[in-house]
């Protein structure tokens, strides 16, 4: 027998989708969007700004992204109204790199609520089984192209930093670093790897609790919030209200 879902909630804490729009521009080609704008202000600092009305974003209820991309953005905006990321394709290994180009507009707008969001999605999709042709199953990791988009959009010490390190540390082959032609691997990852490597060459307390947060349980180390908060938990289905 199925469990049952209780669909109830305490009044007045249900994100209600009411109220006025406010016009998006995104990208070169002048895509145009119109999105709540109790959404866009609920998670990001930076729609929380430009919408003040100290702003003329917030004058003019119109804000302009021209160098975001559109997929970023509508993958965004799904994401304010589902609390889901759209990003599974079937039979396609595009949902890593995407992820990272998600992770990099969150950074933009400072929304670190939606950041640990596909921080949860790309563990989730290294638990992910992916049948192959051989009739087997694999698991999709970061590529080398990946890692270098979240090394080009994110600081030094940043939480999807550390997670690609981890992620070679604990499950990477040779066949991961680019040995024919090493200028396509960030220098600074392998810089941060080997120190990893390093660090965890005996195996040793940290590195399982880390492996077990990895292939077990809720990334909680790589989300964005004060030392000692207690972490929200399942971002990709509870947003804040």
Request: with cysteine.
């Amino acid at each position: 027998m199925t469990s049952l879902t209780d669909p109830r909630c305490a009044m007045g804490t249900e994100l209600l989708v009411i109220g006025a729009t406010v016009e998006v521009v995104v990208g070169a080609d002048e895509s145009i969007f119109y999105v709540h704008e109790r959404l866009l202000r609920s998670t990001s600092e930076f729609f929380k700004a430009a919408l003040s009305k100290e702003w003329k974003e917030g004058q003019a209820r119109k804000v302009e992204l021209p160098d975001d991309s559109v997929c970023s953005f509508e993958g965004y905006t799904r994401w304010l109204y589902t609390g889901k990321l759209a990003v599974i394709e079937s039979g396609k290994d595009t949902e890593v790199g995407l992820l990272a180009s998600l992770y990099g507009f969150g950074e933009k707008i400072i929304d670190e609520q939606f950041q640990n969001c596909v921080i949860d999605a790309l563990v989730a999709g290294t638990r992910t089984d992916v049948p192959d042709n051989a009739g087997g199953s694999n698991h999709w990791y970061p590529t080398k192209g990946t890692v270098d988009s979240i090394y080009r959009i994110t600081p030094k010490g940043s939480p999807a930093r550390r997670l690609m390190v981890d992620m070679h540390t604990i499950n990477a082959q040779e066949a991961w670093i680019d040995v024919d032609c090493p200028e396509q691997n960030n220098h600074e990852f392998l810089i941060d790897l080997a120190i990893s490597l390093l660090n965890n060459r005996s195996v040793c307390k940290d590195f399982e609790d880390k492996h077990d947060e990895l292939e077990n349980g809720t990334p909680c180390s790589y989300h964005k919030h004060s030392k000692g908060e207690t972490c929200a938990g399942n971002t990709s289905s509870e947003k804040s209200k």
